[in-house]
């Protein structure tokens, strides 16, 4: 019996040991958990502190904007706005805060659903719309817009109507002096083309062979002049023409001078679409005018049947290559063109070097003129 009573108090004293153990356990455990609590407290006070920091920031930075800044919803009504945006839209803040953007602006036709729902699924839109002011005027504001959250949106805008008033002054100056400039070519041509008729009329009254040529050559010349004009006042730029076209109506006209001789003539043009300047323009039509009228002239004497090939191409940052080529009977071999008393052929070798240009002569068989110009 005593040796029981014995055994009881040692068990109740190793349970009490244990008690005690455990409770120093949970008390270490309470104490570390007490410290990450105040760890994650002291984290979430900062990131708080940080918060309202970076919040006043961007109040500051919201008003001080001299930009319109606007906040809205997904339906675009307007939650916030600073006062650059209440002086562009000449409202007080509380009355531009609850409205619709689409109350403002004059420019919702029947795309801008689609248009909004495209923005709110990229989260990221610009552009420019009209509104209207209270007093009455309209204005254009110049977007852009981006997706802050959920149902958040903010949007910067600038007032851009005086860039806008300016350009349309602009284009409206331009036009009015693309029209004058259409005008002067037109009248240009059409002075030419009277001097042109004037030659024209006085070779008739010319008995002498010789001379009334002289009169049709200049009156060819004249005509070649006056082409640019019609080809420039017709082409949507007015400082460059199309010089496949300007050959092609060249050629046209010549055949109709020489009708006779270029009867049994065959033209090929192979000569791209290139644009050259008025300058050059100018000196390779009086070019042409000369080479062409010169096969016709003495390629193919008594109605000889034969062919002249036009050519023109022009690589980006290459030079221009023009080349006047027929199967006549080519050049006398002691003709040389550089060194001749021929007006037409004087005519070519100064116009080629005013536009920086060189030339190349070749014949047997035929005669083969080929003009370089720098790019």
């Known amino acids: 019996m005593g040796r029981y009573r014995v055994m009881r108090r040692t068990c109740h004293r190793c349970h009490q040991a244990a008690a005690v153990v455990r409770l120093q356990q949970q008390i270490v455990e309470l104490q570390a958990l007490n410290v990450a609590l105040n760890e994650r407290v002291q984290a979430s006070a900062t990131v708080l502190t940080r918060a309202l920091v970076s919040e006043e920031r961007y109040r500051r930075l919201f008003e001080a904007s001299m930009d319109a800044i606007v906040i809205t919803d997904d339906t675009g009504i307007y939650l916030d706005a600073n006062d650059a945006a209440a002086a562009l839209f000449g409202l007080a803040r509380e009355h531009l805060i609850g409205r619709r953007d689409a109350e403002l602006r004059e420019d919702q036709g029947p795309d801008a659903i689609e248009h909004r729902q495209q ?15 209270p007093d009455g005027s309209l204005r254009v504001a110049q977007y852009t817009a981006a997706r802050l959250g959920d149902n958040l949106h903010q949007s910067i ?9 300016a350009e349309l002054r602009l284009r409206s100056s331009l036009a009015e002096k693309e029209i004058l400039l259409k005008e002067i070519h037109h009248r240009v041509k059409n002075n030419l083309q009277v001097i042109a008729s004037m030659l ?5 009254q010319i008995a002498d062979p ?34 496949a076209l300007y050959v092609r109506s060249l050629v046209a006209d010549l055949q109709r001078a020489f009708h006779s001789l270029a009867a049994h003539v065959v033209f090929h043009s192979e000569v791209e679409v290139i644009q050259v300047d008025v300058d050059q323009a ?3 039509g009086l070019i042409l005018n000369e080479l062409i009228a010169n096969c016709l002239k003495h390629a193919f004497p008594a109605g000889q049947a034969g062919t002249i090939t036009i050519s023109a191409r022009r690589r980006p940052g290459e030079a221009l290559l023009l080349t006047v080529a027929d199967n006549g009977t080519g050049l ?5 063109p550089e060194q001749t008393a021929s007006m037409g052929l004087q005519i070519v070798t100064a116009l080629a070097t005013q536009i920086g240009g060189t030339l190349t002569w070749c014949g047997h068989p035929g005669t083969c003129v080929t003009l370089k110009v720098p790019a």
Request: no cysteine.
């Open 119 to 133: 923005y709110l699924a990229t989260g990221r839109d610009a552009g420019e719309f009209v509104f209207r002011r």
């Open 332 to 336: 006398p071999a002691e003709l040389d």
């Open 200 to 204: 024209r009329l006085q070779s008739d």
């Open 282 to 284: 100018m000196a390779l």
């Open 157 to 165: 805008l600038r007032d851009i109507t005086s860039g806008r008033e």
């Open 210 to 243: 010789y001379v009334r040529d002289l009169f049709l050559e200049s009156q060819r010349r004249v005509r070649a002049m006056a082409l640019v004009h019609e080809r420039l006042y017709q082409s949507p730029d007015l400082a460059r023409i199309n010089l």
